[in-house]
């Protein structure tokens, strides 16, 4: 599905580029101590700073990426990781149809105190399609949907 959708971007005129899938444990734990570092640079607790890391990269042991169900897409023209990257050619083209590949834009704007991330507009997962579509028609998040999901 991953490879028919950036496909299908592609034939649609765009450039969409992929620039994070799988990541192993290392990978991750080395991302987030990173990101801990500064904060502290900052002036942060070390508690704070892992707190504040948290909702930009995830904890190793729970990113979707360690898992091998989420993938980073950027447009060739921008591949900064900024909320710029919304109003990018391949982001609009993808947050119309990747619940059609059953992908959906895991972390959206309005969704992060639901799902305790920030947002990430180049940030996507695959749930597949039936539950992409699902979660699309109903504007739920993951969690959300979840949620909806055991109160079927």
Known sequence: ???????????????????????TQEKQASLYQSLVTKRQAQGLSLAQAQ??????????????????????????????????QEDTAVQQWLLERCWDYGFILRYPADKGD?????YEPW???YVGREAAREMTELDLCLEEY???????
């Open 1 to 23: 599905p991953l490879e028919a959708m950036l496909a299908a971007c592609r034939a649609a005129g765009h450039a969409p580029v992929l620039c994070s899938a799988y990541r």
């Open 146 to 152: 979840v949620d909806w999901l055991s109160a079927q």
């Open 123 to 125: 940030h996507y997962r």
């Open 114 to 118: 639901v799902t305790g991330i920030i």
């Open 51 to 84: 707190e504040s890391a948290a909702t930009e990269v995830a904890v190793p042991g729970t990113s979707e990426h360690q898992l091998g169900l989420a993938v980073d897409i950027v447009d060739a023209d921008y591949q900064l990781l900024n909320h710029a």
